[in-house]
């Protein structure tokens, strides 16, 4: 996907730009609410609009602000992308954003921006930002002396340096004049103006086409974003060329659906909530296991597609977290990871993920059946994960990463096929369904297929195999397995039929499992 997206023409301007879409919902993923995400591009080309930037330029910014016409005429000119978000910025929120030459999110390892490179990607597009949230307004410019880079002002006053009118053909989607006159909105809003021409911060100029291009890449990925993103529910893009167009139809739109939307919910706020605990403990804790059922909904240009996953969360307790050759755990370290299992397309190839899907390249194709989310360390690209190599073998982060692959990723993967062994148990899931997230260790190669061949032996007393004849999931060792019958049609109709009336256990399993039970034969008795 992502391979053929690089050459299909994306130069490293549409890189930059989907690294802008990517990090901005990695940065309101940490948002308070977090429910909804929606960006839109659109085009204030209204001579009106210019006319009244240009009437209400005379107005200036107390403070030693500078005038609207000289210093924030480029905010609202032009084409943008805006991006909305229902939560609302926290102090903490407020004081991480301005800080702009470091992450205050590096100390927080539940967080998706940890790497602190995030939001400093948006400038690769624009050389202004605005931001809305609650009761403030912040505009940024990198190129100003760092101790008037970040102006706050409260939104009740936004009306004294910049008209209500001109707000609202701008954000006039998500905020209404109540709103503006009462100083309280309840979202957040984005607001990145695009680069019209080249400036001190960078020459690169940015256009609509760009932000197409960006829109149709983000879109063959954009279904599997909302996976393992522990609080957003829903992302839609849109392009807007003007306000009167209220029913424009949005490009995309992908969201979780279930009929269990708010117990769900429920489930994941309190997974957080014990994430949050967990940092805070100095104490050794119980591991923290978060599993339901979902619905990822995508619209792509009027075209539906659903697809059902069963996402797992699993954080490994804080004694099986420790580094064998490590005193003491790096706090910027987690030992989290997740597994995603396609319901019914289970012939998606497996894919890496970091919170959010790594380039589907060789290098990050597990060829496992499931998705895997790994808290890892990426290389500097933070397209890939670091794994051992001549250049890293003593690298910390490189033992980091092979010990959430070797340790605790096998625990997390059993523990998805334990849930569903026990949701067909109970009659609620095909037994198909269940072996379908189990490995095929001949599809595998590396440090996946040592995964695959861990799992197997972790399963060798689990009742995974199901028999027809007494209608109920059995250990390996306990069923009989007619794919190893040998004969001519005729004789293996009469084997069958006489081992059924014996009453014996048989287990008829698909060639996959077949196969990867015959080769470990050895390995797991």
């Known amino acids: 996907m992502q391979t053929g997206r690089a050459s299909g023409g994306f130069n490293k301007t549409d890189i930059n730009i989907l690294n802008v879409i990517r990090n901005t919902h990695n940065v309101l993923e940490q948002l308070l609410n977090k429910n909804k995400i929606c960006l839109f591009t659109q085009e204030n080309k209204s001579r009106v609009f210019k006319q009244d930037i240009i009437r209400y330029g005379e107005f200036g910014f107390h403070s030693g602000y500078k005038t609207i016409l000289h210093h924030y005429l480029s905010y609202y000119l032009g084409a943008g992308i805006c991006v909305y978000n229902d939560g609302i910025f926290s102090d903490a929120d407020w004081q991480g954003v301005r800080r702009l030459s470091e992450s205050v999110k590096r100390s927080d390892p539940t967080t998706v921006g940890r790497f602190g490179l995030g ?36 939104l009740s006053k936004l009306h004294q340096h910049l008209p209500k009118d001109v707000c609202l053909q701008v954000w006039g989607k998500f905020i209404n004049q109540n709103q503006l006159e009462q100083g309280n909105f309840s979202g957040t809003i984005f607001w990145f103006p695009l680069r019209a021409s080249p400036s001190k911060l960078s020459g690169t100029v940015y256009t609509h086409k760009h932000v197409q291009n960006l829109f149709d890449s983000f879109a063959t990925e954009g279904s599997m974003s909302l996976i393992f993103l522990r609080s957003l529910e829903k992302i839609s893009l849109q392009m807007i060329t003007s306000h009167k167009e209220k029913s424009q139809v949005p490009y995309l739109v992908v969201e979780m ?20 605990s967990y940092i805070r403990s100095e104490s050794p804790c119980d591991k923290v296991i978060c599993c339901y059922n979902i619905t990822i909904r995508t619209l792509l240009n009027g075209a539906e597609s659903k697809q059902q996953y069963t996402i797992l969360h699993y954080l490994s307790s804080k004694v099986q977290s420790l580094l064998t050759n490590s005193d003491q755990q790096d706090n910027s370290q987690l030992p989290l990871v997740g597994i995603a299992a396609p319901l019914d397309n289970q012939n998606k190839t497996g894919q890496l993920f970091c919170f959010l899907p790594l380039p589907l390249d060789q290098e990050n194709n597990t060829a496992l059946p499931v998705f895997i989310n790994g808290y890892f360390v990426l290389n500097q690209n933070r397209r890939h994960v670091l794994w051992k190599s001549a250049d890293t073998m003593n690298d910390k982060d490189v033992e980091w990463n092979e010990y959430l692959t070797e340790q605790v990723l ?88 006489t081992l059924t009336d014996l009453n014996t256990p048989l287990a008829a399993l698909p060639d996959r499992i077949w196969t990867s039970l015959h080769y470990l034969v050895g390995f797991i008795f």
């Open 119 to 154: 939001f400093k990607s948006v400038f690769h597009i624009t050389d202004y930002v605005t931001i809305l949230s609650g009761e403030k307004v912040l505009f940024m410019n990198p190129c100003e002396p760092e101790s008037r880079m970040c102006r706050i002002i409260q």
């Open 257 to 276: 659906q279930s009929s269990s939307m708010l117990d769900i919910r429920r489930k994941r706020q309190e997974f957080c909530s014990q994430l949050d």
């Open 410 to 497: 096998p625990h997390a993967y059993l523990e998805l096929i334990e849930q569903m062994r026990s949701e067909v148990a109970k009659g609620n899931v095909n037994v198909s369904v269940l072996y379908g997230v189990i490995p095929n260790v001949y599809n595998t190669n590396g440090r996946w297929q040592k995964l695959a061949k861990n799992i197997w032996k972790g399963l060798k007393t689990s009742p995974i195999i199901y028999s027809h004849v007494k209608k109920e999931l059995l250990q390996i060792s306990q069923v009989t397995v007619t794919n190893s019958l040998s004969v001519n049609e005729e004789v293996h109709k009469s084997v069958i039929k």
